[in-house]
């Protein structure tokens, strides 16, 4: 019994893991601003209560429409549509790029000399749907408040 | 009688005057937050003085253990170049430091901190201006409240009216109705008129009003939005039932420059 037991092992076969995931295709395409909260760092530092706090439905946010447009896995040329929205880009169109193509952290979304950096919360990939962006405000050096802009592709 | 008010008034804005010197951005900091000072020397014998440097210390009316220098004093003939202030004007200065880092230590032992200006070869000086205090790392709720703690003026901004900490018997019964919100910019200037903005209840005695300083106030050119005050307008009932206006307290919110 044992030897027919042995004699049956066989190596499981393992299928290819397929493609890497190309996360700057995953942001290629229009998205539509569904949900802002206002983080207070300075509470979330020191341990405070009053963290966050859901501003969505009080200003126009979903106005708001990003268009990262990619090529091949390569961010090339951005757009937005303000519409009333509070100011969210320094400039509406211009060119996107990121930190790292394989594991981006940062994008900067850029016209000129004028820059966004802005910090990447989750990407659109598997299961998660959305794209979260973190727009972060400092006094000198010290992160003092965070915007986070949830985003649905379009 | 008419002599005696008039020295009353005159020492009263001898006071006040000193009272606003020196000044603090933000207006209250902790020991881990970034201040700047700005300190007027004039009719001190650092008064037209081409350099100024500081000598900068922490708890000095506290017991001699907690007492302690700032890292940038160098020695009193000779100031190092980091204590050296920015001019800010006539007889002006600033200087932005951080409590933790500039005296090495936490936020538990520095209470207070004090300082005065000099020339760097210790030739001149101020009189000691001190003592100032930290705020305390605890949260200590309040009646009004800002959120986020610290704004600038393209910021959100949501004034809160927490019931449960309100100090006066009217506040105590009051329901709010709306926020009041003046702007005021860099010379004291009010900006524009009294906003008024409907209050929603964020939770069990707590009600805010949010608000976007630079889409409601437009600071004249070249000047820009430096300050909002804020109160709160609400009811009570009064002895026969029918509700009567009252307003709350009066609370400011310096604006940060933030990047």
């Not at chain 2, 003085?49 to 003939?77: H, K, M, S």
Request: hydrophobic share 40%.
């Amino acid at each position: 019994m044992m030897v027919l037991l042995i004699a049956g092992c066989q190596p499981d076969a393992h299928k290819e893991i397929g493609p890497a995931r190309d996360l700057v295709q995953s942001m290629n395409g229009t998205w539509k601003l569904t949900r802002v909260i206002q983080r207070d760092n300075e509470a979330v530092r020191k341990g405070f209560p009053f963290r966050d706090l859901d501003i969505t439905g009080l200003f126009p946010y979903s106005d708001f429409i990003l268009t990262l447009n990619a090529d091949a896995g390569n961010p090339t040329t951005y757009s937005s549509v303000q519409g009333n929205a509070p100011a969210i880009l320094k400039s509406a169109s211009g060119n996107w790029t990121v930190d790292n193509p394989d594991y981006p952290g940062v994008i900067a979304l850029a016209n000129g000399t004028t820059v966004d950096s802005i910090r990447l919360g989750g990407y659109p990939v598997g299961a998660e749907t959305n794209l979260s962006l973190t727009v972060q405000r400092k006094l000198g050096e010290k992160l003092v408040i965070s915007y986070i802009y949830e985003f649905t592709k379009q | 009688m008419k002599q005696l008010l008039t020295i009353i008034l005159l020492l009263g804005l001898v006071i006040t005057s000193q009272a606003q010197n020196p000044t603090f951005s933000p207006s209250s900091f902790t020991a881990e937050d970034e201040v700047t000072l700005t300190v007027d020397v004039s009719n001190t014998p650092m008064a037209g003085v081409a350099d100024a440097y500081i000598w900068i210390f922490c708890n000095p009316d506290q017991p001699e253990g907690l007492r302690g220098d700032g890292i940038v004093n160098g020695t009193w003939t000779s100031s190092s170049s980091a204590a050296r202030l920015t001019p800010a004007g006539p007889n002006k200065w600033t200087f932005t430091f951080i409590a933790t880092t500039m005296f090495n230590k936490t936020p538990a032992d520095l209470k207070t901190f004090g300082f005065l200006v000099k020339k760097a070869d210790g030739s001149a000086q101020t009189p000691d201006y001190k003592a100032f205090s930290f705020d305390p790392l605890v949260f200590v709720p309040s009646m009004l409240r800002v959120f986020p703690a610290i704004v600038g003026a393209n910021d959100i901004v949501s004034v809160n009216f927490d019931r449960a900490h309100a100090v006066s018997t009217n506040e105590q019964r009051m329901t709010p109705t709306a926020a009041l919100i003046t702007a005021w910019d860099e010379t004291g200037t009010q900006v524009g008129t009294e906003l008024e903005i409907p209050v929603r209840k964020l939770q069990d005695q707590i009600w805010i009003a949010t608000f976007l300083p630079l889409g409601r106030f437009t600071a004249p050119v070249d000047h820009r939005l430096s300050k909002l005050r804020y109160r709160f307008k609400g009811t009570i009932l009064g002895p026969d039932g029918t509700p009567q206006n009252i307003t709350s307290s009066e609370a400011e919110i310096t604006l940060s420059n933030l990047q």
